[in-house]
């Protein structure tokens, strides 16, 4: 926090609105944010070594020293690299990390030392060592994404490698045999010795970076009318291309992979970026009518997506409790078991809702922290998109933009989608909670997201760089 | 661009809206409901998160309580009188419930809307929640006695015991019974084979005989032939009716005949009194009343008396006791004398005897009388109604004149017991049922009774399956609990 210039420097530059206030770096307030977020997180995690034996859990105080040194590491990394940045951005993304891991050990406990239930697919007991190797890496992105990406600008430089990058790891599952990429009959991962990637959850950043540059290279000849249907300004039909292409490649991957989140999610991403560079109307509309149309059809034409309707319609009908919508209702009754204050951690039985520590992590939160808690959990995530979407209304530079307020809306987005899948809000489709899910991938991917809203929201607050003044005072010059 | 932003961040914001309300909708709202909702174990585990009151007797007697044991289902459900009190209280396990643990268990849980302020008061006062008690109308003493004398008679039968004038049940005994402790194991594995040894026990103890199984009423039918007789047809005890010692039924070859061949009465000339005919329990003086007042009138009265009422519930639901429409009169004689198709609940049994002790009014038959919260508020209690009213005081007199009969006259078929409880009168109808393809069953013994001391009074019907003699298997064990409450008033 040195740079902060002084008004009498302004003056010197010739501002004649001056003096004006410039932004702080606030990096104190993060330091004091994150110190709050780990007393959050530790609070939590020994609540739960008292819900399931009454005493601290082993191992709590490494695992504690472990989660404080990777967050002071980021902190000073962000004190170096992207000294202007929001300061809650960091502190929000720690507390739902930290929150992860203390579900993942609670999840990892069931069963052991005498507690009570078993996993459908139970944890390692390594699985919260585990987790904070993957948020070590997740940081570790985290640092490099910041120390590569000094100017959001660069990025653009990459626009179809980005592209390219992206389609090829949406791609890469539904070519795979099934045999290495099959999971819940979803093709979404790769399965490689011990380890498993979901390439969707990078192939989104790509492609919301290729978008972003594409969009801003694009946007003029996109938002020129071409008829008028309806009182809606349609697009010129050479304009509608990339939006026909982008819904054909999510209806491919709805046919390949199984995947109905994930590709709601990218033309989700797509159509809001699209909107925040055209203004536009019209596009939102198309693009809704398109996802809707093909998810229409699709739930005809494919028997596992009409199945998600009929459970999403009718869980409790018949059988269905206890076959096909099995998942769903243990989670819904987790959390109707769960009320307004939660079994309080170690005191639910989340472990009878099958594979809660993935997709259905927010039901475990949901039975074990109440209908507050989650509620707490939701607004951790809302001001993080709010922190984004501010950063995107600030910024200057068009590309930063529109690739704030659409990764920014993709999380909002992707909460949606798999929360109120959970929740039966809408139908459920299996996508990773950002954060809270155990497993690598997500958890690695948001770090990047962060560190992208990061370094705009650097550059958003970055004060203008000091005029060279070395000319001296302006000389008076006497004109007689 | 930033028009766009604002709409795009006004999307998000109702993105974030509509997944708190909903969450608010869920864990709030539709919580309550969701417990209900099948394949919800945990709702049941939560049921032994905290302890479910207790079930007791009405002189105070726990015969349900839960025990703090400690692991994942805290409490443990006891029944200290298993076998003995199994019709009444049934069992709550793991996945299903019976009896009162399953008719009054939103009390039991605590869970009941009439809770709901105590609830919230403990929550907020942070006491233990605790379930309310459900007190049973039941005397221990006469339930003991009817569980007693079932068991020591070796034989499957149940026993019904009312209070004729509130209804109250005051015991429900069935043999072969069952230890609801054995399904109240909280070990899913042992709980199944505990279970799969029940149903597949071929003397069916889970079977509650008292109220879910039904038998002939045999000549006990004959209460309810004289109430229309007396009401419908103008008769009065000392009307003599034909009575010959052989009935050729209708167009059968069918001959009806009394007990053993006897001759009814000593009137002669096959002609008896309908008193005399009820004492001795005469079966053709009773198919002639029978078929001279027609299946129709029949079955009203039978209506009257409880019968062909398929949602009679005290608080459990009591299977239906027939008495179907027989237009043929070889049929309509044969169903006059409970025989046929009639069926009865031992429970319906004791409902005869109560509406004569009542005067004529038949009350509603209940089990519970009232629950307790846990702060000792009653929070229910049992309204004593009349179900019906099958015949006038006067005929209601008349009946019990004869029921007199049938055990302080000589002649009575239960004659054995005219001073079985000193100085009490018992009023009483015999039934020997006969049952199985062409009768080839071993008779049912059927005993109907009801009897006063001072101001306590009860009903009691008792079946015995395959007990012969209804006077022999039957009347000892209603007289035995009929002398455990009368006495200990």
């Known amino acids: 926090m040195s740079s902060v210039a002084t008004s009498e420097d302004a003056t010197l530059g010739g501002m004649p609105d001056s003096p004006m206030a410039m932004p702080r770096g606030r990096r104190r307030t993060e330091a004091v944010m994150l110190v709050f977020a780990v007393a959050l997180v530790a609070f939590a995690y020994a609540n739960v070594g008292f819900g399931l034996k009454g005493s601290l859990p082993s191992g709590m105080a490494e695992y504690m020293i472990a989660f404080v040194v990777l967050l002071a590491g980021a902190h000073l990394a962000v004190r170096r690299l992207a000294p202007w940045a929001d300061p809650l951005l960091l502190p929000l993304a720690a507390t739902l990390n930290g929150l992860g891991i203390v579900m993942t050990y609670r999840l990892q406990e069931v069963g052991r030392d005498g507690n009570p239930g078993s996993m459908s697919v139970p944890l390692s007991s390594s699985a919260t060592l585990v987790q904070i190797v993957y948020t070590a890496i997740g940081l570790g992105c985290f640092v490099a994404v910041l120390a590569l990406v000094r100017e959001p600008r660069v990025l653009q430089r990459y626009t179809y490698i980005f592209g390219l990058v992206g389609i090829v790891l949406l791609a890469l599952p539904a070519l795979l045999p099934a045999g290495i990429s099959e999971v819940q009959g979803a093709k979404i991962q790769i399965r490689l010795g011990g380890f498993t990637i979901q390439p969707e959850e990078f192939a989104k950043l790509a492609l919301g970076v290729s978008f972003a540059s594409y969009l801003v290279t694009k946007r003029d000849v996109l938002s020129l009318a071409g008829r008028r249907v309806l009182g809606i300004d349609l697009p010129r039909a050479r304009d509608l291309g990339p939006v026909i292409i982008v819904w054909a490649v999510s209806l491919l991957l709805l046919v390949f992979e199984s995947d109905i989140g994930t590709s709601a999610l990218f033309m989700g991403l797509f159509v809001a970026m699209l909107y925040i560079a055209t203004q536009r109307t019209s596009w939102l509309l198309i693009g809704f009518v398109l996802f809707v149309a093909g998810a229409y059809s699709a739930s005809k034409l494919f028997a596992h997506v009409g199945e998600r309707f009929q459970i999403w319609l009718h869980p409790f009908a018949g059988q269905n409790p206890f076959n096909n919508a099995f998942q769903l209702v243990q989670g819904i009754y987790g959390m109707a078991s769960g009320g307004i204050l939660g079994k309080g951690l170690g005191g639910g039985q989340p472990y009878l809702t099958p594979l809660v520590q993935s997709d259905f992590v927010v039901t475990a939160f949901g039975e074990e922290l109440g209908m507050t808690g989650l509620m707490a959990i939701l607004l951790l995530y809302g001001l993080i998109v709010q922190r984004g979407l501010a950063t995107s209304l600030s910024v200057k530079d068009p590309f930063s933009k529109i690739l704030a307020g659409g990764l920014a809306f993709m999380l909002a987005l992707q909460i949606f989608v798999i929360v109120g899948g959970v929740t039966r809000l809408i139908p459920l489709t299996g996508i990773t909670t950002p954060f809270l899910s155990q497993g690598g991938s997500s958890l690695v991917a948001s770090w990047i997201l962060i560190a992208l809203l990061m370094r705009l929201s650097d550059t958003a607050r970055k004060p203008p760089p000091q005029p060279i003044q070395d000319e001296g005072m302006t000389q008076v010059v006497n004109l007689s | ?489």
Request: with cysteine.
């Open chain 2, 1 to 489: 661009m930033n028009r766009a932003l604002r709409r795009i961040s006004i999307a998000a914001l109702v993105m974030f809206v509509l997944l708190l309300a909903n969450v608010n909708y869920l864990q709030a709202f539709e919580a309550g409901s969701l417990t209900d909702k099948p394949g919800n174990s945990r709702a049941f585990a939560a049921q032994f998160q905290y302890q479910r009151g207790e079930i007791t007797t009405a002189d105070g007697k726990v015969i349900a309580e839960s025990k703090n044991v400690g692991g994942v289902y805290k409490y443990q459900r006891v029944y200290p009188l298993g076998q003995e009190y199994a019709p009444a209280t049934g069992y709550d396990a793991l996945y299903s419930a019976s009896g009162v643990e399953s008719a009054e268990n939103s009390y039991l849980t605590g869970n009941s809307s009439n809770l709901a302020v105590r609830n919230v008061i403990d929550m907020i006062t942070n006491k233990p929640r605790k379930g309310a008690t459900v007190q049973l109308t039941l005397d221990s003493n006469a339930q003991n006695a009817a569980w007693s004398a079932l068991q020591s008679s070796g034989k499957a039968g149940a026993v019904v015991a009312l209070n004729p004038q509130t209804g109250a049940i005051l015991a429900i005994a069935s043999y072969p019974s069952y230890d609801p402790n054995q399904l109240a194991v909280l070990d899913g594995n042992q709980l199944n084979a505990n279970d799969k040894k029940l149903l597949t026990d071929p003397n069916q103890p889970l079977l509650n005989r008292a109220t879910d199984a039904t038998f002939p009423p045999g000549s006990t039918f004959k209460i309810v032939t004289s109430s229309a007789a007396f009401t419908q047809g103008n008769d009065n005890p000392n009307t003599v009716v034909d009575a010959p010692t052989s009935l050729q039924l209708p167009q059968t070859s069918t001959r009806l005949i009394n007990n053993n061949g006897e001759q009814c009465g000593t009137m002669g000339n096959g002609k008896a009194t309908i008193i005399t005919a009820f004492t001795e329990s005469c079966n053709t003086a009773f198919a002639n009343i029978g078929m001279q007042l027609g299946s129709a009138t029949l079955k009203s009265m039978a209506e009257k008396y409880g019968m062909n009422d398929p949602n009679l519930k005290i608080p459990s639901s009591v299977v239906q006791s027939n008495f179907p429409l027989e237009p043929a009169q070889s049929f309509t004689a044969m169903s006059a004398i409970g025989q046929k198709d009639d069926t009865v609940t031992p429970l319906q049994e004791a409902m005869f005897s109560a509406t004569i002790a009542n005067n004529g009014t038949l009350m509603k038959p209940y089990l519970v009388q009232q629950v307790q919260a846990a702060d000792l508020s009653i929070v229910d209690s049992a309204s004593p109604a009349a179900l019906s009213q099958p015949v006038s005081p006067a005929a209601a007199s008349e009946i019990k004149t004869m029921m007199l009969s049938v055990v302080s006259s000589p002649d009575g078929t239960a004659a054995a017991f005219k001073n079985a409880i000193p100085g009490v009168q018992i009023a009483g109808k015999t039934g020997t049922a006969q049952n199985g393809v062409n009768n080839s069953g071993l008779n049912d013994a059927v005993f109907t009774c009801f009897a006063a001391n001072g101001n306590r009074s009860m009903a009691v019907g008792v079946i015995i399956q395959g007990g012969g003699y209804g006077a022999a298997a039957a009347a000892p064990i209603a007289v035995a609990v009929l002398k455990a409450y009368l006495e200990n008033g």
